[in-house]
């Protein structure tokens, strides 16, 4: 696609639930992101895809985070016995080589845990 | 490991005057600095980038910057303020090579452009 989509846009849940996040880089890209943007902070880096396998995840917070790639291109970000905590901006994004490996944002999912 | 300091989370500026948005950085192998901007619900978008060519950077809608090894800084200049400038910026920093995947970002500078 022209870039990065996510979805949802915008998801409730009760604390507890279990949530999925979806993104779709742009057509092409071979490494994919996810950032954490809670309220008055910039970005957090989570997970670094490059392929199918997760290059990097020191970035997820616990072990109720875990996100994967089974096909090196759409993303899951899955969040398990969701927290009020976990509020926040998830980010996803992807780059390739051949855009000079600039990093390419998504408008985010807005996450609210009540 | 890397770190951004963005000084002031609030700037205002008048239309027409000088935006100068600053961010210092640290980072303890030679860093790729970056700025975004992010309007009112939508994603970040990338301004500008340096990349260790030319200190002197220029990116979208007439905005630069500078980086100054000696001072660690990366500020962020536009001669002229446009009401479309409103919105909030974030400066980032990755390292070089095989680091370069991991943005850290400062938590942002709000601008807004008064009539």
């Known amino acids: 696609g022209a870039g990065v989509s996510q979805t949802p846009s915008n998801k409730v849940t009760e604390k507890g639930k279990y949530v999925e996040l979806r993104c779709d880089p742009i057509?092409?890209?071979?490494?994919l992101y996810w950032y954490r943007q809670s309220l008055g902070q910039g970005p957090e880096f989570l997970i670094y895809?490059?392929?199918?396998?997760?290059?990097?995840d020191s970035g997820l917070p616990n072990d109720r985070f875990f996100a994967v790639r089974p096909e090196g291109s759409v993303s899951t970000l899955k969040i398990q016995r969701t927290e009020r905590g976990d509020s926040a901006v998830y980010l996803c994004?992807?780059?390739?080589?051949?855009?000079?490996?600039?990093?390419?944002f998504g408008e985010g999912s807005w996450l609210t845990v009540v | 490991a890397q770190s951004v300091t963005q000084l002031g989370s609030h700037v205002s500026v008048s239309e027409g005057a000088l935006v100068l948005l600053r961010c210092n950085y640290s980072?303890?192998?030679?860093?790729?600095l970056f700025w975004y901007v992010q309007y009112p619900n939508q994603g970040l978008q990338l301004l500008l980038k340096?990349?260790?060519?030319?200190?002197l950077v220029k990116g979208i809608n007439g905005f630069e910057a500078e980086f100054k090894k000696s001072e660690t800084s990366f500020h962020l200049t536009k001669p002229s303020a446009h009401m479309s400038d409103a919105a909030e910026y974030f400066c980032?920093?990755?390292?070089?090579?095989?680091?370069?995947?991991?943005?850290?970002f400062g938590k942002g500078t709000k601008l807004s452009v008064i009539p």
């Open positions: 994004a992807s780059s390739s080589p051949d855009s000079g490996n600039t990093i390419y």
């Open positions: 057509s092409g890209h071979t490494a």
């Open positions: 895809f490059q392929g199918t396998g997760a290059a990097d």
């Open positions: 980072s303890s192998v030679p860093p790729y």
């Open positions: 340096y990349t260790s060519a030319a200190t």
């Open positions: 980032a920093v990755s390292g070089s090579g095989a680091g370069s995947y991991q943005l850290t």
